[in-house]
């Protein structure tokens, strides 16, 4: 039982009435929304749910305009309600911290589970009955979501109708029945069409002795039927019906004969996968109708453990079919080519005892006599391996039958038209895989964190996980994860001999094959898309093709399970198949594919740079190639967001288009990723690295520009590095190469990044020396504006604060003439910084407030963290020591969103906060 950090334990209720009780107390909720929150989140079982999966399972068709903070409104509203240690957050989105058996639709279902599984009639009725009580009403009642009202609330009424229906048929014989009598009839009454439960009140009217009563209310059922449905009732109904009117016995069973048990072995190996297990039992538990047969398709990639998974429920399932287990490999995805329909048909009817002489030969009477025979019988019927739903279809049984389907292909057909339950299977949770391995390689010395390791680099795929553990329990190395990251060809590491079985890559090219051809062409094209991440606009520039069409081949590709959706709008492919699309590159191609990609991602850079309020300050981009379609943005905001979703890609691009030699278009694109970069004001290792890569990238194609605009980049990146010595050298090359170029307004750039460097090094006159050659260069008000802050803060270092002041407010009007809102903020910084130095606070905080204003509204942060530890020194310096705790206790909070990059800054904050009294102290 999970417990609250002050001590009580939680307790969520969703059947009926959502309610949460810590310590047996009732906890005040609040909204609708909050409370469909909760019971999408309880119902997780403790994984965790991400943002794109709660804003559809909240809201639906009809999500709020900013879903992102809606959402945290709503969070903050649960664990002010629950307490804020039950809530976790992660990585992967939400989750709450509890047991399942500290939700009552977790407990209902295990209780229901224990009822199925076991062969005790008294064990059976004691779990039903317990099951039962947890019944408290309409599932979720009180939350306001779709989803829960659509799909799990009738999940959960048919579990509950089902298990008051078993509760009769366990006490048929039973003379103290009138409370089931009673709860069968509000039952009926509620759901007329169920004939499973007029069947039970029929019988157990009759059994009390009141069969005239129950005649009446079989013409009352018939009718109400006709009405509805325009036919009789069922054959069983009719059939109670005729013995109530004869008084007949029910026939004697038929002994059973030639009962089928054709399930293959079952993994000694098998580890996990308990919320699949999970799914099945319920689907188990909860039974299906009289007219439908219950059918389950379970899809996921390629070696993700469906076939081992379908056999091990099976097996565990046995005793629920006592009529036998079919089992028939269809080879949609195999080597031997897939079976067909009328050969899968002979199959499954020679295994039910049928004599092939009497098989009839046409295709429609092979599965109509199929169906017959699986009519009235439980008996579990296992497809592995199908390619499509058409190639299963005919081989389902019919009402009353039950199903499980395998299949890479998502049979989104069978879900659609049969009403088939579908789980897809994933990878392995990091503790499943451990797991895994330990039972793999037992009995050598390899430790936990080996294992994770080891598994991480097999993608946690079931069967890249036993293969690769194979091997590694025959090596001498005493580093398993070593072995596989050494590997040149990792795929080729994960086959052991000619087993085409025990190949991953054998496993994922069945798949690859049965593709379309347009399909395979784009599934080649993405393994040499940088990034992990990808949208369909870039995934329509890499194929050269236009969205609608990309959407749809994306499309096929999650369908035949080579593909994930990682959200709403972006697609990403498992490591492992991502490995085995590069390895299908054609050159030619591929070449041209990531061309097309990189002009894409330039152009796009630049027009959201243009959004930001950037310029072209440099003329680099040539026309877009053909079919090159770049994305527009309507603000500063949408571009943003654009560059810190992409960031990762963007800058693999680089180093990946120079490394293939499409030097001109990786160093545009480097340029273009300044803006961004100079914001966040820490380069990573892998910003500087592709800086690097794009300046040796001009130089490798003679564009003495390009490589002048570039190496100055670089340098403000060394700087901000604190490189100091490795800008200046890199600035003074760019220099060089822009002077020959001869373009003024570059000469002006690198001179006042000079200015700025030479004052970092304390060289105040060489500063000043080339801020006045920078001004003498700059051509517009921007550039000049950009030369007047720098050449502020030189004049400050000097103690020349007037004058420093002069020159700051001067850029802040020719910034706010082209408003350049960014210079603007910039600025006034800088003026702030010069009045508080210069002893005139009231006006240093003006500046200083209005300048963090600035950067709070276009998402500065790195910029507005020193700016509000200035602020707080002016406070200071003006004696209003909250004032000044309170805009350092802002730039803390700023600076811890930021990351890591603040570390320096955060601990100047700290200092401050240590030493600074309040006003009364």
Not at 94 to 107: A, F, K, W
Not at 207 to 235: F, K, Q
Request: aromatic share 6%.
């Amino acid at each position: 039982m999970t417990e609250r950090s002050g001590g009580g334990a939680a307790e969520v209720r969703l059947l009926g009435a959502v309610s949460v009780r810590i310590d047996g107390r009732l906890v005040e909720l609040g909204g609708d929304r909050v409370r469909a929150l909760l019971a999408v989140l309880a119902l997780a079982r403790g994984e965790a749910v991400s943002t794109p999966v709660l804003a559809e399972r909240i809201w639906g068709d009809e999500p709020p305009a900013n879903i992102g903070p809606s959402l945290h409104t709503l969070m903050t509203r649960l664990r002010r309600a629950i307490g804020a240690d039950l809530v976790a957050t992660g990585p992967a989105g939400y989750s709450l911290r509890l047991e399942p058996e500290q939700v009552d639709v977790h407990r209902f279902s295990r209780l229901l589970r224990t009822a199925a599984q076991t062969d005790d009639p008294t064990v059976e009725y004691d779990a039903v009955l317990a099951a039962l009580a947890l019944w408290g009403g309409r599932p979720f009642d009180g939350a306001r979501s779709g989803w829960l009202d659509d799909i799990e609330t009738p999940r959960l009424v048919e579990q509950y109708l089902a298990a008051v229906e078993r509760r009769a048929d366990l006490r048929i014989e039973d003379r103290h029945y009138g409370d089931v009598l009673a709860l069968l009839r509000e039952l009926a009454a509620a759901n007329p069409l169920r004939e499973s439960l007029w069947l039970r009140l029929l019988r157990l009217l009759a059994r009390a002795g009141r069969t005239a009563e129950a005649l009446e209310l079989y013409e009352s059922v018939r009718l109400s039927i006709a009405d509805e449905l325009g036919v009789d009732p069922g054959a069983e109904l009719r059939a109670l019906y005729a013995e109530l009117l004869t008084g007949a016995p029910e026939e004697a069973e038929v002994p059973r004969t030639a009962v089928p048990r054709q399930l293959p072995a079952d993994l000694p190996t098998f580890t996990g996968r308990r919320s699949a297990l999970a799914f099945l039992d319920d689907v188990l538990a909860a039974g299906g109708s009289e007219r439908s047969a219950v059918i389950v398709a379970i899809d996921g990639t390629g070696g993700a453990g469906k076939t081992a998974l379908a056999i091990h429920w099976a097996h565990q399932a046995r005793a629920h079919f006592p009529d036998g287990q079919l089992y028939l490999n269809l080879r949609g995805y195999s080597a031997g080519g897939l079976v067909e329909p009328h050969d899968a048909l002979q199959s499954l009817l020679l295994g039910l005892g049928v004599p092939n002489d009497q098989i009839p030969g046409a295709f429609e009477a092979r599965s109509a006599l199929l169906r017959t025979l699986l009519a009235e019988k439980r008996l579990l019927l296992v497809l592995d391996n199908a390619r499509n739903a058409a190639q299963v279809r005919p081989l389902l049984p019919g009402a009353g039958g039950f199903a499980i389907v395998t299949s890479r292909n998502q049979l989104r057909g069978l879900v659609a038209r049969e009403g088939a339950r579908r789980f897809s299977l994933g990878q392995m949770s990091s503790a499943e895989s451990t797991e895994l391995l330990a039972r793999v390689v037992s009995g050598r010395p390899y430790d936990v964190a080996q294992l994770a390791g080891f598994a991480e680099l097999c993608g946690r795929l079931p069967l890249a996980l036993v293969v690769g553990a194979e091997r590694a329990s025959r090596s001498r190395s005493a580093d398993i994860t070593k072995q596989l990251a050494d590997a040149s060809d990792r795929l080729s590491a994960l086959e052991i001999g000619d087993d085409e079985l025990s190949s991953v890559r054998a496993v994922l090219s069945w798949s690859y094959q049965a593709l379309p051809s347009d399909a395979a062409r784009l599934f080649r094209m993405l393994g040499v898309y940088p990034g992990a991440v990808f949208e369909p606009p870039a995934v329509a520039a890499l194929a050269g093709l236009d969205e609608v069409e990309v959407d749809h081949l994306l499309d096929v590709l999650v369908e035949a399970n080579l593909l994930e959706q990682a959200s709403a709008s972006s697609y990403q492919l498992h490591d492992l198949v991502r490995l085995y699309a590069a390895g299908l590159e054609e050159p030619s191609e591929s070449q041209q594919a990531l061309a097309r990609l990189l002009d894409w991602l330039a152009q796009t850079a630049q027009a959201a740079k243009l959004a930001r309020g950037g310029r072209l300050r440099f003329a680099l981009l040539r026309k877009p190639l053909d079919g090159v379609r770049p994305l527009t943005f309507g603000s500063d905001a949408e571009a943003l967001a654009w560059f810190r979703r992409e960031w990762a890609t963007l800058v693999a691009a680089v180093v990946q288009g120079a490394e293939r030699g499409h030097h001109w278009l990786a160093a545009t694109l480097a340029s273009g990723l300044w803006d961004y970069i100079e914001q966040e004001r820490s380069p990573t290792p892998a910003a500087l690295n592709a800086s690097e890569i794009a300046v040796r990238s001009a130089r490798a194609i003679d564009e003495p520009l390009l490589e002048a605009v570039l190496g100055n980049q670089l340098a403000v990146s060394y700087g901000l590095l604190g490189r100091i010595d490795d800008s200046l050298a890199q600035f003074l090359s760019s220099l060089k190469l822009m002077e020959a170029v001869g373009d003024p307004s570059g000469i002006s750039m690198l001179h006042s990044n000079l200015g700025m460097t030479y004052q970092r090094k304390g060289e105040l006159k060489t500063s000043l020396q080339h801020l006045e050659q920078a001004l003498e260069h700059s051509n517009e008000d921007r550039s000049y504006g950009a030369v007047l802050n720098n050449l502020a803060h030189t004049l400050s270092e000097l103690g020349r604060n007037e004058e420093a002041v002069e020159n700051a407010l001067a850029a802040v009007e020719r910034h706010r003439r082209v408003n350049y809102h960014r210079g603007v903020a910039y600025a006034l910084d800088t003026a702030g910084m010069a009045y508080r130095r210069a002893g005139h606070y009231e006006q240093a905080i003006s500046c200083l407030a209005e300048s963090a204003r600035l950067c709070r509204e276009l998402e500065l942060g790195a910029a507005e963290v020193p700016t509000l530890i200035s602020l707080g020194e002016a406070y200071e310096a003006a004696g209003r020591y909250d004032e000044a705790r309170a805009a350092w206790q802002q730039a803390l909070t700023v600076a811890d969103r930021q990351g890591p990059s603040q570390h320096y800054d955060r601990a100047r904050i700290l200092e401050r906060l240590q030493t600074t009294p309040a006003n009364d102290g």
